[in-house]
C-alpha cells in the first residue's frame, strides 16, 4: 500500500493557502455545520477526552470497513505515526472524484465537509456503520488540526488537505495510476482535545480487534511507528468471525470449554431489514460474558437483542430440560442464570433503522430484533441439542448443578436473614461509622487489617467517614459460587455496611456510602486484598464499579525528612525527584505497611480530601475486565503467572 498512495503534495503544484471568496449558500451551511462541531465536540463523538480522541479513529475506520462489506476492500491499515498522527489506509474502490453537478463538489469534499445524517445529532438515529459512507468524516475533519486524504480510483491519484474542517485546496488530480484505495491522515485538535492527543496502543487494538471478529474476513493491521526503535504491529483477521471471537474469550479468561465446538445460530427477516447471528460456548467457570453488538457497535446496555437472547435461551433450555426428562415433572424451571452459568456468547445484530436509547447511546430499542432472535433460538437451539446429546449433557449437568447451589444459597442468605432478623439488622461489630446519612457525603474505608483499621479511626473525620476493618484473607469469589457469598464472615460486613444487596439484588438506591474504598498494603497481601475485593465488586456488585464509587487509596512509600521538614513520595520516582531537590542529610522511611503510620501521617496523606490522591475504578472495558479478574483469580496458575509478568508494573494500579 506504500507506493499507491504515497503522493509528493509539490507534484501536483498544491497552494497550501486559504483563499478568501464569496460562499455559496450551500458552502455557509457547511461552514456552520464544521462549527457546531467544534462548539460542542461533546455532541458527536461523546467526549473530548481519551475516549473522544480515540473515536476519532473508529469513525474513519468505519468508513473502510463499509467498503469491506460492500466487498470492494480486503484490508485496511491503521498507523500511529510520530507525533501521534493517524494514517488509515484501505483498498477499496477509493472514494468517488466526480464532481456533483447540484454541488459542485466531489463525492470527497461531500465526505470531509458536509455533516451527515445519522450520528448522535443529525436524524435522530444513531450512525449506522453498514453501508453508510463517510457519515463521521466530516465529524472527524473539523475536530482535526489539519486533515489529508489521498484517493487512488484506478485512473488518477487525487489530493485534498483541510485545516480544521476547511478546504486548503479543492480536489487535485495527480498523476496517472492503476491502484485503488483511499487514504487518510489527520492529527487531532490540542485545542478541542486539551486533556490529551496521545492514542494508547492497546485502546486502539482492542477495538480494531473487536471489529475484526465482528466484521469476519476483513484484514485490519495495527502499526505503532512513533518509538522508531520499537515499531509495534498487529494484524486481525478472523475468518470465523463471532465464532472466532468467542473462542478468543474463553481462551484469554484461562478457563476450560466444557464442550469443543461453538454453536452458532444466524437468520434474518422475511423484510430483510435485520439480521442477528448468534456464537455461544459454555466454560468451567460460574460466571457468564454476555456481548452485544448492534451495527457493529459494543451495547454495553444491552437492549431487545440480547433481551431475547436471554428470554428465548432460558425457555428452549427449559422446553429440552422437560421433554427429555433432565427436569422432573415437579422441579422448578431452570432460572436464566442457572443457564448461563459459564456461558460465553457474542450477539451481532444489523439493522437498517437502528434505534439506540439510552444517555449513552449503547441500548437497542428495535422491538423487531427481540423476536427474531426468540424465534431463531426456539427453532435452532432444539433441532441442535438433539443432534448434540454430548453437548447437551455437559451443559445441563451444569445448569442443574446451578440451580441446587443458588436453592442452597437461597437457604443460607434466608438463614442469614433470619439469624439477623432475629438480632435486628445490625451493621457489622468492627464497623466505626460515620454521623452523616448523606451518601453524596459520605465515604468507607475498607481498611487490611485492625492495626491499620485503629489509625484509620484515629485519623478519621468521623463526621462523614466510616471506616471498615477486613482481617485475614478474603474469599476468593472468582472460584466460589453465591451460596458461599453470602454467611461468608469476611464479605458479609461489606455486604451489610454498603447495605446495597449483591447479585440480582444489587440496588444502588440502598448504597450507605458515595465512596467506597479500599485501602491497604502497598506490599503483595495488601495487592492480594485489593484484587479479591475488585472481583467481588466486579462479579457481585458491578454497577458499584459501573457507577464510580469504588476507589483505591493510595498510601505513601516514602517519609523524607529534613530536620523538622518533612515529605511523602507515593512512587521511588518521586522520592528520587524529592530527594533531588533537598541538599544535606535526610532521613528516608519506606512504609512497609499502613499500620506503620500514626492516625495524623494516615489522614494527612491519605484519607484528607485536601491532600490525598486516590484512583477510581472504571471498568472500561468489559473483555478486559472479565480476562483479568478470571486469570487473576481464576484456577489456572500459568496464566495468572503470566499475566503478572507481563502486567507487573500496572497491576498494583489495577485499573479494570
Ligand atoms: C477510511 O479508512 C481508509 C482511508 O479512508 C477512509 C475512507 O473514507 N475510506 C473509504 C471511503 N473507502 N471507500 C470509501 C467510499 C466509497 C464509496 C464508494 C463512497 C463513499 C462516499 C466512500
Given at each position: ?26 458552502e ?8 457546531a ?21 473508529y ?24 507525533g ?31 455533516l ?9 438515529s444513531?450512525k ?23 484517493v ?40 478541542i ?55 478468543y ?6 478457563v ?73 415433572e ?144 478474603m ?172 502486567n507487573?508494573?500496572?497491576?498494583q494500579?489495577?485499573?479494570?
Amino acid at each position: 500500500m506504500e507506493d499507491i498512495l504515497n503522493m509528493d503534495i509539490e507534484k501536483t503544484g498544491i497552494e497550501n493557502t486559504k483563499v478568501e471568496k464569496e460562499y455559496t449558500a450551500d458552502e455557509i451551511q457547511v461552514l456552520e455545520g464544521l462549527e457546531a462541531v467544534r462548539k460542542r465536540p461533546g455532541m458527536y463523538i461523546g467526549s473530548t477526552g481519551p475516549r473522544g480522541l480515540h473515536h476519532l479513529v473508529y469513525e474513519i475506520v468505519d468508513n473502510a470497513i463499509d467498503e469491506a462489506l460492500a466487498g470492494y476492500c480486503s484490508k485496511i491499515e491503521v498507523t500511529i505515526l510520530p507525533g501521534d498522527i493517524i494514517r488509515v489506509r484501505d483498498n477499496g474502490r477509493g472514494i468517488p472524484v466526480g464532481i456533483n453537478a447540484k454541488t459542485g463538489l466531489s463525492a470527497v469534499t461531500v465526505v470531509f465537509t458536509v455533516l451527515h445524517a445519522g450520528g448522535k445529532f443529525g436524524g435522530g438515529s444513531y450512525k449506522v456503520s453498514g453501508g453508510l459512507h463517510g457519515v463521521g468524516a466530516s465529524v472527524v475533519n473539523a475536530l482535526s488540526e489539519w486533515l489529508e486524504v489521498r484517493v487512488c480510483n484506478g485512473e488518477n491519484e487525487y489530493f485534498q488537505r483541510f485545516e480544521r474542517g476547511h478546504e486548503m485546496c479543492p480536489l487535485k488530480k495527480g498523476e496517472a495510476t492503476t491502484k485503488t484505495g483511499t487514504e487518510v491522515i489527520f492529527k487531532a485538535d490540542a485545542e478541542i482535545f486539551q486533556e490529551t492527543t496521545e492514542y494508547e496502543f492497546k485502546v486502539l487494538e482492542t477495538r480494531l480487534r473487536e471489529q475484526a471478529f465482528l466484521n469476519g474476513g476483513i484484514h485490519i493491521e495495527l502499526t505503532d511507528e512513533r518509538n522508531p526503535d520499537e515499531i509495534k504491529v498487529k494484524n486481525f483477521k478472523y475468518e470465523g468471525g463471532i465464532k472466532s471471537y468467542v473462542e478468543y474469550l474463553n481462551k484469554k479468561k484461562a478457563v476450560e470449554p466444557i464442550h469443543e465446538d461453538i454453536i452458532y445460530f444466524a437468520t434474518s427477516n422475511a423484510e430483510d431489514t435485520a439480521s442477528v447471528e448468534v456464537a455461544m460456548q459454555y466454560n468451567d467457570s460460574y460466571n457468564e460474558l454476555i456481548l452485544s453488538f448492534a451495527n457493529n457497535i459494543h451495547t454495553t446496555d444491552g437492549g431487545t437483542h440480547e433481551d431475547g437472547f436471554k428470554r428465548g435461551l432460558t425457555r428452549v433450555m427449559n422446553e429440552y430440560a422437560r421433554k427429555f426428562n433432565k427436569l422432573k415433572e415437579s422441579d422448578q424451571n431452570l432460572s436464566g442464570e442457572d443457564i448461563r452459568e459459564g456461558l460465553t456468547a457474542v450477539i451481532s445484530v444489523k439493522v437498517k433503522e437502528a434505534q439506540f436509547e439510552g444517555q449513552t447511546k449503547a441500548k437497542l430499542g428495535n422491538t423487531e430484533v427481540r423476536s427474531l432472535i426468540e424465534k431463531m433460538l426456539n427453532e435452532k437451539v432444539m433441532i441442535f441439542l438433539e443432534e448434540n446429546p454430548k453437548i447437551a449433557k455437559a451443559i445441563f449437568e451444569k445448569a442443574i448443578a446451578s440451580a441446587k447451589a443458588r436453592e442452597a444459597a437461597r437457604k443460607a442468605r434466608d438463614s442469614v436473614r433470619r439469624k439477623s432478623a432475629l438480632e435486628g439488622a445490625k451493621l457489622p461489630g468492627k464497623l466505626a461509622d460515620c454521623q452523616s446519612k448523606d451518601m453524596t457525603e459520605t465515604e468507607i474505608y475498607i481498611v487490611e487489617g485492625d492495626s491499620a483499621g485503629g489509625s484509620a479511626k484515629g485519623g478519621r473525620d468521623r463526621r462523614y467517614q466510616a471506616i471498615l476493618p477486613l482481617w485475614g484473607k478474603m474469599l476468593n469469589v472468582e472460584k466460589a459460587r453465591a451460596e458461599s457469598i453470602y454467611g461468608n464472615d469476611k464479605l458479609n460486613p461489606v455486604i451489610t455496611a454498603l447495605g446495597c444487596g449483591i447479585g440480582e439484588e444489587c440496588d444502588l438506591s440502598k448504597l450507605r456510602y458515595g465512596k467506597v474504598i479500599i485501602m491497604a498494603d502497598a506490599d503483595v497481601d495488601g495487592q492480594h486484598i485489593r484484587t479479591l475485593l475488585l472481583t467481588f465488586f466486579y462479579r457481585y456488585m458491578r454497577p458499584l464499579i459501573e457507577e464510580g464509587h469504588v476507589y483505591i487509596a493510595q498510601p505513601p512509600l516514602y517519609r523524607i525528612t529534613k530536620g523538622k521538614e518533612h515529605k511523602y513520595a507515593y512512587s521511588d520516582m518521586e522520592r528520587d525527584q524529592i530527594l533531588a531537590t533537598i541538599d544535606g542529610k535526610t532521613d528516608v522511611q519506606r512504609y512497609k505497611g499502613l499500620g506503620e503510620m500514626d492516625s495524623d501521617q494516615l489522614w494527612e496523606t491519605t484519607m484528607n480530601p485536601e491532600t490525598r490522591t486516590m484512583l477510581r475504578i472504571e471498568l472500561n472495558d468489559i473483555v478486559e475486565a472479565d480476562e483479568t479478574f478470571s486469570i487473576l483469580m481464576g484456577d489456572k496458575v500459568e496464566p495468572r503467572r503470566e499475566f503478572i509478568e507481563t502486567n507487573a508494573k500496572f497491576v498494583q494500579n489495577l485499573d479494570v
